[in-house]
């Protein structure tokens, strides 16, 4: 599998933004993103989502495979049975398909980065599913589980559906000009104190959210069986609030983490 290298990312990244003689923030006002951004791009110390590889490489003038590879593609000058060479194609066509492959690319990553994801969610639902049907069978009424397991375990799918199927990989641009510590899209609104949302973290958020979510709805029931099998259900019902806090304030330290490392 091709593997994208940072450091060669950046400078490849940096010496074609000065051929254009664009500034950071020249570059960054195109893509609606900080120059603090195209900054840490440039030392490698972070990559563009996928949603940001197209309008990057055609402000760029260069192909979506030649930026991640950190290369130009050398251009062959093949004469075809007709005398021809490659160089008299004319330029207005080779761009357009160049640019259609790219786009084709970007859309693929992306629809196939969502794919697993649903899959993911999909088979996290089906445990879950299972999971609680067991603590059922081994005698804990639904009735006794719809405020602590049922609740969690719901509101953690719910919002990992969102995420999957809904939740946007870019940002407007002005989130990377302000400091702004909420995110609102439809019908859900995300607030965290003390953490900027922006173009260099959201991707990487999104990823944790979908993950400690995810976490949490097999981790919550799973926990309960293993409390009824050692103490019944006395040691669940010492057990089941300590839990939720611990599963809570781990999800919200993973989050805040990752948030700060790329904000």
Not at 101 to 115: G, H, S
Not at 122 to 146: D, H, P, Q, S, Y
Request: aromatic share 10%; glycine share 8%; hydrophobic share 45%.
């Amino acid at each position: 599998m091709f593997q994208i290298d940072n450091e060669k990312f950046g400078v490849f990244l940096s010496s074609l933004r000065k051929e254009h003689q664009m500034t950071q923030q020249d570059l960054a006002d195109k893509l609606f993103v900080s120059n603090k951004t195209v900054s840490k791009w440039e030392r490698g110390a972070s990559l563009p989502g996928v949603s940001l590889l197209l309008p990057l490489a055609e402000a760029l003038d260069i192909s979506v495979s030649e930026l991640l590879r950190g290369e130009r593609t050398p251009q062959a000058n093949v004469e075809t049975d007709g005398g021809i060479s490659a160089d008299a194609v004319p330029t207005e066509t080779t761009d357009a398909t160049t640019d259609t492959i790219d786009a084709d690319i970007v859309l693929k990553t992306i629809q196939c980065r969502k794919k697993y994801w649903i899959w993911a969610f999909l088979i996290c639902t089906g445990i879950t599913t299972v999971e609680i049907l067991a603590l059922n069978a081994f005698g804990l009424a639904f009735e006794k589980m719809r405020g602590d397991i049922l609740l969690l375990c719901g509101l953690s799918l719910l919002f990992t559906g969102w995420f999957c199927f809904f939740a946007k990989e870019l940002l407007p641009g002005y989130y990377d000009d302000n400091k702004i510590n909420y995110v609102s899209q439809g019908p859900v609104r995300i607030h965290m104190q003390g953490l900027a949302f922006n173009n260099g973290n959201w991707p990487y958020l999104c990823t944790a959210f979908k993950i400690c979510l995810m976490a949490s709805s097999i981790l919550y029931p799973l926990i309960c069986g293993i409390c009824l099998a050692a103490g019944g259900i006395d040691l669940w019902e010492s057990a089941k609030k300590i839990s939720a806090v611990i599963i809570v304030l781990t999800m919200l330290a993973v989050i805040y983490g990752v948030g700060k490392k790329y904000e």
